[in-house]
């Protein structure tokens, strides 16, 4: 069989699932071929991952066209689920796919609920929508277009999996109500990463010794607090602003949030005491591995309820609280276990108010280990390779 895995984004996740992917399949070699369809930087800011995957006859690499994705970029929603699965269809055709994954399903939807094709096709779900709770006519609008979107793409007999990170009870909610099997969960796989070797955070950043480090990491954005989090730090006793120091690491979503994070951060150190960084670049595997190590807590207020999240996972993995959003499932992954704070609104204040409340979280070792058995790396890669034929 030939298996082809389309991934044309690049940041966080999108990176280290490939990874994950390489490695199972280095370790549990089959008779299936595999071809890994990524962006055209993916060698360059990945060497170490293509070259791994070159110890395999069966692994192969192709670069989509770069003048693709940046047209891509330009495009609205809907043109763009349509022309990035006419590119995958593309792809599918001249490697001869009998089974394509779209690693990031979001995008196909809209195409899939009306194209049909000569391959199956397995995705991974982020954002889905059932955990909504619609009460303006703008939200009621988004979860009935995404209703009927999701039928119609139930119905299309080429899908084969579709896989929800970390959610049962959706998986459930999902095949019931669109009477079907095609929905699977997909626990979310936790890396283990090793640390740099002699790295001191403290010394890295010029961050004073005592205090408590607050770190925001990934794709900076609105949608994710990043505004709550800076605002958050005028809003703090004047007595402990000189105590917390809050660390951006990442890049933002566009131009013109960076301007706008710049403006805020400038701002913010003339209204406040707060130690704020910005680390505005990718960085190592091994790099994040430390900062997670080193940090007091993350800081995770997203807007979006029904979204899983990787960093929950980094996060617990370094036996770090958390301060995340209290609704929709990072609120029952968090709660379960006594991960972190939750957010009644992701409002400045609240986030402040949770600064002062972090050391007090308390979580047990037995709740992190039972957390990470069950997000390994090994069975995320098994779970999508399930019963190839």
């Not at 990787?310 to 036996?319: C, T, Y």
Request: hydrophobic share 40%.
């Amino acid at each position: 069989m030939n298996v082809l895995f389309f991934e044309s984004e690049i940041t966080g996740h999108h990176s280290e699932y490939i990874d994950h992917m390489v490695a199972h399949l280095l370790r549990n070699p089959d008779d299936h071929t595999y071809h890994f369809v990524v962006h055209p930087d993916f060698e360059n800011r990945f060497p170490n991952i293509v070259e791994n995957a070159n110890k395999s006859k069966d692994i192969n690499w192709h670069q989509i066209q770069r003048e693709h994705i940046t047209s891509l970029e330009t495009l609205s929603i809907a043109k763009k689920s349509f022309e990035e699965y006419h590119l995958v269809e593309n792809f599918a055709e001249r490697l001869r796919a009998d089974m394509v994954y779209l690693m990031h399903f979001n995008t196909f939807q809209l195409a899939l609920a009306l194209k049909r094709s000569r391959f199956k096709i397995r995705g991974i779900l982020f954002n889905q929508f059932l955990r909504m709770t619609p009460k303006t006519w703008s939200e009621r609008l988004t979860y009935y277009r995404k209703y009927w979107v999701t039928k119609l793409y139930c119905m299309n007999p080429a899908i084969d999996k579709v896989f929800v990170l970390n959610d049962l009870d959706a998986v459930l909610g999902f095949n019931k109500k669109f009477n079907t099997k095609v929905f699977s969960v997909l626990y979310d796989p936790i890396p283990n990463l090793s640390p740099l070797k002699d790295f001191d955070i403290h010394s890295t950043y010029d961050i004073r010794p005592e205090n408590e480090i607050f770190l925001h990491f990934g794709s900076l954005a609105s949608r994710k607090g990043t505004f709550e989090v800076l605002e958050a730090a005028s809003l703090l006793p004047k007595a402990h602003q000189r105590k917390v120091t809050i660390l951006l690491v990442g890049k933002p979503e566009n131009k013109t949030t960076e301007q706008q994070i710049s403006a805020q951060i400038l701002s913010n150190r003339k209204r406040s005491d707060v130690q704020i960084i910005w680390e505005n670049s990718f960085v190592s595997n091994q790099t994040m591995k430390s900062l997670f190590l080193q940090c007091s807590a993350v800081l995770m207020p997203y807007k979006n309820p029904e979204a899983s999240s990787g960093i929950l996972g980094h996060a617990i993995a370094a036996k770090k609280p958390v301060i995340t959003t209290g609704k929709g499932l990072l609120k029952e992954l968090v709660e379960e276990n006594n991960f972190g704070i939750l957010l009644e609104e992701v409002k400045p204040m609240t986030v402040a108010k949770a600064f002062l409340k972090i050391r007090d979280i308390r979580t047990t070792d037995l709740a992190y280990e039972t957390y990470l058995k069950r997000h390994t790396t090994n069975e995320f890669s098994t779970q999508l390779l399930a019963q190839l034929e």
